[in-house]
């Protein structure tokens, strides 16, 4: 992929402003370096609304095919012209062309003045299990608007990992994005079959969920440590952005990256663990680490111990890192009012002291406290009990006008098409649903955990819960249930791979077939469309890791997402 | 031994044999060479024929207008037409390597036709050949070489791109005795070259320039070039045959004819020998030896191959080749190779008792055994020959299976091939693939010489020609079913055979009706998986079958091929429904775009409104680019809660405009979008919240307006009515702000909260103090403790926590300023061991989460590394 793009460059010649679409550069930075632009003579910049002052007479646009991206080209381009800029413009659609961009170019009459190309980027790897197919809005745009173009996206990006790991033979869906993710593959692989003699496909079985079925987890404060750094922080692109003297680096006010992925092997270790339990484990850490050093200092030990604690000296930048980080963290967490939210989503999430939590919700619009989070409450509230009564819903509403402006008019608009917020129109089944999935469970154990629920510290997001079902005995015992959440489901087996195992596989029966050739784990593919968090990614593994798990699993997502940045895609 | 009769056809030419069997008997009656202009395409390629116009010729019982006919190389007619063509006589006639007729007349006009007899295309030479007749011209595969009265050479580099170029001058003063070409593949400058026989030398002609060669070695009559450019053959006036190289650098060989008069025909005969033709003798002559000579009584045409030359005459068509050496290993008289015992001991095999055939057939390597175990009385003559030859067993397989290769004769392929599977089965390392691919290879080679399809390609011009052409040349001959066949029985793409065969089918099917026609057309397109509908379907949009059209892109299963047929043959509706069922959006899309702009706006909206998802693209669309399309759209639609939301929303871009200074008059036109905007909402039932909603926001503007004026303040427009409050209370302007409270109906709750903010925003502890003793507040004392503990005025906060009624909340917040003790005292008043436990818990946590980690720090900033 990184060669494709250097070749756009290569093949044209001389010194080139390189635009970039903002929302691409982060997620392009994943796989070229900005050192190696440079080397090609492209001098780099992000597309906005005003105009790039460059002396480059070569233009070359890269972006997503977004409407009011073309708007922002169109305005560039006349710009030039009317100061007499003779310029050479050629724009890359990521990952395709598209009509309805084109016909904007048309009608601004600088179609013709482009040089039009494709660069199919259609997902990128974030790290060794998760795939994201960047569409940030998906879920928004599917649900408010309803153009579903990027489940087109999503089913083209599924049926390209096909033609190398093969067909997929089982696929289960739910949520009527999924089933028609579901149903435009299988029309792809009628039109596009995937010839491969590769004999056992290496992804044993898809499942694909709309995070609209399940909005109650997003809207809850992750507890894990990456997720909680993306809570307090923002992990943008597989890294967090913050202040050097957080890091313990002595430079005013300047910006610091820190990576974040399983390289880092402290990290791959800590990651999906419950943030009560990393400050544990890192105390322990460094504890030992103390006493090897007293040890070292003070008795004579032999040459194979010293370079054993030569070795472990090793890993301490990653220690001091994470000391950092955590320390930094639980300024947020040991806040009462951090404490008080907590309560009350669970208090939300358990759906039985209405009175308590519509208090909650209209004391946090009075104090006019931060829109967003009050959304992620009223949400919560709202999807629990099925929506509100009219008189409620229409008090808080004018509350929300009233302390936030009118202009949030289309925001609640927004929210009322999602089905995210809006009038009760039927007894809510949430308490059915969160009974017989079990998903508040007493007693966690975070540091030891046998269940989902530790990365919520009790909850057990329901996602994950279907997830978990659908790997044991796919969908048919839970057909129930599934009637009570939101959209269709579809459960579909592909003939041709007479030996493939059927959906009854008792749990934990590794039987031959599920083996690849060379004995690793054949695969599940797990794909949230409108986002996952990184909870639920580390529930996942969780479940991965289980003694008696027949499966590896990757994880697909539109986006990474946490209920902040989701959302903000409603608000206008 | 073995093959008497065989070898006794053959010729020795020195060291070599030659053989020339009879290929086919000719089918075509009263057709003789002499009367006609013929051109033979190689490959076993089709046959021309024409009157010839440069000859008296006497008309039997048939019309005076000629007709050109075109035969297989058996003889059978393909086609004809009559010749119309005006441009006088015709000079020149040959077959391109792509099985086009290229026809040359006088006034330099070139006509192409395909082997229907169809004229595909034509082109002009020029302006100086229309003037000057064009005398004589030389082909060659892809080109050809024309010289016309005023002794001018025009050369047509590539007949598939055609276009004339003429060749230098060279000053001639009379036409050249003969000329040959050097095509461009051999040429060093990759550009056609011209020889030309003149004076007692030969002149060597390319675009730009003249070369003089050979000076001395002529004067030449007659000149071919051999098949690879490398050698030219020629023919002096004194009667000499001269073979040298092509850059004349030196004689191959030379042979003196009895005869000075130059032969009709000169042709290589593969690269070995040459042939001359005269009137009823063909002489072939090689580098050494005595030349090998043929008697005809009747007229030939020599027709020159890679390996060899057929001779076709009124009668038969020959192939004269040399024999191969395989073949000659096996026939040869008095041969004992391995080869040739091989096939002996076939021979004797099949004359002894049937009971060791049918052993032999049952299981080759057991009768092997079996044999061994016969008593050596026993042994059939065969084995003993076997014997003879087992080290060399597998080289006369290899033989057997080559030279029946080489055979034309079907029961002579089949003898050869038993005998090499005879031996295979005592050969235990032998590759069985071999066998198995000529037989392949000849089933091929068997169907398309017999003499209805009339190609007979010897198995090296099969080879070098390469099976994907043959098919294209069966198609092209519309022998569809065993173009089908073989694809299929060498595994090929079946594509290209189906297709072409549609096309032609729908061409030459005007009278049968669609249904009937999509029927057979189906019944064979669904042979091929993959196939392009909709390129079928186009095809018969082009014939004038938009019906038939429409309903064979109906099975394209690409919606990308599929749509965009649909819509060039007006088929939108179900472009439309295609492409939403594809989810692609963007061929839902293209159709949208397609229907906007061929339907009036109302039926386009009725369009899309029966279709949710092309509704939807276009409103996503026109939000970002159509703005005043889509309140069209909706108000066409009765959808008047929409253009109300769009109406709000430009009151906001308005607002955004930078030109829109605050407390402009732009206030005017905002607050009437949005007095549109309510009206509208109003006038559907289920939009009162938003109607009343707009009202608040237009009633607010004006008041924001008002405040803006009176304060000389642009800090109000745009805030929300909660921030309007408290902006007043800050700038101690509590009269407006109780105005507004009153105007919209604000609650006592969120009032408290927001007039105890402001206060402290502004640190008025006082005004505070007073305002908590106004009245009891309807939401106690808490905010008045919380806005105290956010300033951090603990005094303040003091002051009011004891006014807390719940215990539970005065102990938090005792917590919260750090008072420990009276924290827990109230909790333990609350009688909550829960909280009490919380609130230890707190506080051990805060102290020691920041105590924890220094001491972590502390611990691991040794040594420098950090």
């Known amino acids: 992929m990184a060669q494709k793009q250097i070749n756009i460059l290569k093949n044209i010649r001389g010194k080139k402003c390189l635009v970039i679409d903002p929302k691409l550069s982060g997620s392009l930075s994943l796989i070229v370096q900005s050192s190696q632009l440079k080397e090609h003579g492209a001098e780099l910049r992000h597309l906005t609304t005003e105009p790039v002052e460059t002396d480059c007479t070569k233009m070359v646009y890269l972006v997503r095919a977004q409407l009011n991206l073309m708007k922002f080209i169109c305005s560039q381009i006349h710009n030039d012209t009317l100061k007499g800029l003779q310029k050479e413009y050629f724009l890359y659609f990521v990952p395709r062309r598209a009509v309805a961009c084109e ?28 795939l994201s197919f960047e569409l940030d809005l998906a879920h928004k745009e599917c649900v408010v608007n309803g153009d579903t173009t990027s489940l087109w996206h999503i089913a083209k ?48 079985t898809l499942i694909l969920l709309d995070r609209e079925v399940d909005m109650v987890t997003p809207m809850c404060s992750q507890l894990t440590y990456e997720g909680l750094l993306d809570e307090f922080l923002g992990v943008n692109n597989g890294a967090v952005e913050l202040d050097s003297s957080i890091m313990g680096v002595q430079q005013e006010g300047k910006k610091l990256k820190v990576p974040l992925n399983s390289s880092d092997k402290l990290f791959k270790e800590i990651r999906d663990m419950n943030f009560e339990v990393v400050v544990q484990v890192l105390r322990q850490k460094a504890t030992s680490m103390k006493q090897d050093y007293t040890e070292i200092s003070t008795t004579t030990q032999s040459v194979s111990e010293l370079k054993d604690f030569v070795k472990k000296l090793n890993s301490l930048p990653e220690m001091t890192r994470h000391i950092n980080l955590a320390q930094h963290l639980s300024t947020f967490t040991s806040k009462p009012s951090f404490l008080g939210r907590l309560d009350m989503e669970q208090t939300l999430v358990e759906a039985q002291s209405y009175d308590v939590c519509f208090e909650y919700i209209e004391e946090m619009i009075h104090k006019q406290e931060p829109l967003i989070n009050v959304l992620r409450l009223l949400v919560l509230f709202s999807i629990t009990n099925s929506g509100l009564p009219k008189k409620n819903f229409d008090y808080l509403r004018r509350e929300l006008l009233h302390s936030y402006g009118f202009e949030h008019i289309a925001t609640l608009n927004n929210l009322e098409k999602a089905g995210l917020f809006r009038k009760q129109d039927s007894k809510s089944n949430w308490l059915t649903v969160k009974r017989a999935l079990q998903l508040v469970v007493e007693d966690t154990d975070t540091t030891n955990p046998n269940d989902i629920s530790y990365v919520f510290s009790g909850y057990a997001p329901l996602s994950i819960r279907l997830v978990q079902h659908a ?14 959440l939101p959209g269709p489901h579809s459960e579909t087996k592909k003939s041709g791979f007479a030996s493939s195992p059927s959906f009854d596989t008792i749990p934990g029966s590794l039987n031959n077939l599920e083996k ?17 968090t990184f909870a639920e990614i580390s529930a996942l593994r969780f479940l991965s890791s289980q003694e008696g798990m027949a499966y590896d699993i990757i994880v697909g997502t539109t986006k990474i997402v946490n209920g902040h940045t989701l959302i903000e895609t409603f608000v206008e | 031994m073995a093959g008497v009769s065989v070898a006794a056809e053959w010729q020795l030419l020195y060291n070599r044999y ?60 393909i086609s004809e037409t009559v010749w119309k063509n005006p441009g006088g006589r015709l000079i020149g006639m040959s077959w391109s390597d792509d099985q086009i007729l290229i026809c040359i007349t006088q006034d330099g006009t070139v006509y192409f036709y395909n082997i229907h007899a169809e004229l595909i295309n034509n082109f002009s030479l020029g302006k100086e050949c229309f003037e000057s007749s064009v005398v004589e011209c030389v082909f060659w595969g892809n080109g050809v070489v024309c010289i016309n009265e005023l002794f001018g050479i025009f050369a047509v580099p590539d007949l598939k791109n055609p276009r004339a170029i003429k060749m230098s001058d060279c000053n001639l003063e009379d036409l050249p005795h003969c000329i040959a070409v050097i095509e461009p593949q051999y040429t060093m400058s990759g550009n056609v070259e011209v020889l030309l026989g003149v004076g007692d030398h030969v002149l060597l002609v390319e675009e730009d320039g003249v070369q003089q060669l050979g000076v001395g070695i002529g004067p030449l009559q007659k000149m071919v070039v051999s098949r690879t450019g490398k050698l030219l053959a020629s023919f002096t006036h004194d009667g000499r045959l001269l073979v040298m190289s092509t850059d004349f650098s030196n004689i191959i060989f030379e042979y003196t004819c009895e005869s000075a008069l130059p032969p009709d025909q000169l042709a290589w005969c593969g690269m070995d020998s040459v042939l001359l033709y005269w009137d009823d003798m063909l002489l072939m002559v090689g580098p050494y030896g005595d030349p090998v000579r043929y008697i005809y009584d009747e007229p030939i045409i020599l027709i020159p191959e890679c390996d060899g030359v057929r001779i076709l005459s009124n009668t038969s068509m020959e192939f004269l080749h040399r024999v191969p050496d395989s073949t000659v290993s096996i026939f040869q008289i008095g041969s004992t190779l391995p080869a040739a015992l091989l096939y002996d001991a076939l021979d004797h095999f099949d004359r002894r008792s049937a009971k060791v055939v049918y052993l032999y057939y049952l299981n080759a390597s057991r009768n092997y055994i079996l044999m061994k175990s016969f008593s050596s009385s026993y042994l059939p003559l065969g084995y003993e020959n076997l014997r ?25 392929q089949r003898t050869l091939l038993r005998a090499a599977s005879y031996g295979q089965a005592f050969c235990s390392q032998f590759q069985r693939d071999f066998i198995q691919e000529m037989c392949k290879t000849l089933r091929v080679l068997n169907a398309v010489r017999h003499h209805e399809i009339g190609i007979p390609l010897s198995i090296q011009q099969y080879k070098l020609l390469t099976p994907s052409v043959l098919i294209n040349r069966l198609i092209n001959a519309h022998k569809y079913l065993l173009a089908l066949r073989i694809t299929e029985y060498l595994g090929m793409n079946q594509e290209v055979v189906i297709m072409h065969w549609a096309c032609t089918k729908i061409t030459a099917s005007l009278g049968i009706p669609d249904a009937s026609l999509l029927e057979i057309l189906l019944d064979k397109l669904k042979i091929c998986k993959g196939i392009s509908y909709a390129a079928v379907a186009s095809l018969a949009d082009k014939n004038g079958r938009r019906k038939l059209a429409a309903m064979l892109v109906e099975h394209e299963p690409h919606s990308s091929k599929q749509i965009p047929l649909l819509l060039s043959i007006g088929e939108e509706d179900t472009a439309l429904v295609k492409g939403i069922e594809s989810g692609d959006t963007d061929l839902v899309y293209l159709v949208l775009f397609h229907i906007w702009q061929k339907r009036p706006s109302l039926e386009f909206f009725g369009t899309i409104q029966a279709r949710p998802l092309a509704r939807d693209l276009f409103v996503t669309y026109a939000q970002c680019y159509k703005h005043e399309f889509l309140k069209d759209f909706f108000l066409s639609t009765g959808q008047l809660q929409d253009v109300a939301f769009l109406l709000w929303k430009e009151s906001w871009e308005l607002a955004k405009n930078p030109m829109a200074s605050k407390g402009s008059p732009l206030h005017g036109p905002r607050i009437k979008l949005i007095e549109k905007a309510q009206q509208l909402f109003s006038e559907t039932k289920e939009h009162i919240f938003e109607s009343k909603a707009a009202e608040e926001h237009a009633k607010l503007l004006r008041i924001q307006h008002d405040l803006e004026v009176t304060t ?68 106690g004392y808490r905010p008045f403790v919380e806005a105290c503990v956010d300033a951090d005025e603990k005094a303040e906060a003091l002051k009011y926590i004891t006014k807390l009624t719940d215990p539970r909340e005065r102990a938090e917040a005792y917590a919260r ?4 003790k009276e924290a827990a005292d109230a909790a333990s008043q609350a009688k909550d061991g829960e909280l009490l436990g919380r609130l230890k818990l707190t506080f051990a946590q805060n102290a020691a989460a920041s105590s924890i980690f220094d001491t972590l720090r502390d611990r691991l900033s040794f040594q420098g590394v950090s």
């Open chain 2, 817 to 820: 300023i750090g008072m420990a």
């Open chain 1, 103 to 130: 016909k904007i170019l048309e009608d601004e009459k600088v179609h013709e003045m482009l040089i039009i190309g494709e660069y199919p980027l259609y997902l990128i790897p974030l790290d060794e299990d998760v």
């Open chain 2, 388 to 412: 003879l030859i087992r080290s060399s067993l597998s080289e006369a397989v290899e033989a057997c299976i080559d030279a029946a290769g080489y055979e034309f004769d079907i029961s002579q």
């Open chain 1, 157 to 204: 990006s599924i049926h390209k990992l096909e033609f190398s790991f093969g067909t997929i033979p089982n696929v289960r869906a739910k949520g009527k994005a999924s089933t028609r993710v579901a149903d435009i593959l299988n029309r792809m692989q009628a039109e596009e079959p995937v010839t491969s003699d590769m004999g056992i496909p290496e992804i044993n």
């Open chain 1, 516 to 532: 690849v050739a060379d004995g690793r784990r054949s695969l599940v593919l797990v794909v949230f469309i409108g986002g996952v």
């Open chain 2, 18 to 77: 030659y053989r020339k069997p009879e290929l086919y008997q000719m089918q075509w009656k009263h057709v003789d060479l002499t009367r006609n202009k013929v051109a033979c395409a190689p490959f076993g390629g089709p046959i021309a024929a024409i009157r010839d116009d440069a000859k008296i010729v006497q008309l039997f019982a048939e019309s005076a207008l000629r007709k050109l006919r075109i035969f297989t190389s058996s003889g059978r007619l």
């Open chain 1, 471 to 484: 790997i044991r005995s796919g969908w048919r015992p839970i057909e129930e249930i599934l009637k009570l």
């Open chain 2, 712 to 779: 000389k303040q642009a800090i109000f427009v745009d805030s929300s009515i909660s921030d309007t409050i408290r902006t007043c209370i800050v700038l101690g302007n509590h009269r407006t702000a109780m105005k507004v409270k009153t105007e919209f109906k604000v609650s006592e709750r969120r009032w408290y909260w927001l007039k105890v903010f402001a206060l402290a925003t502004i640190r008025d502890w006082d005004a505070l103090e007073k305002f908590s003793k106004e009245k009891r507040p309807p939401i």
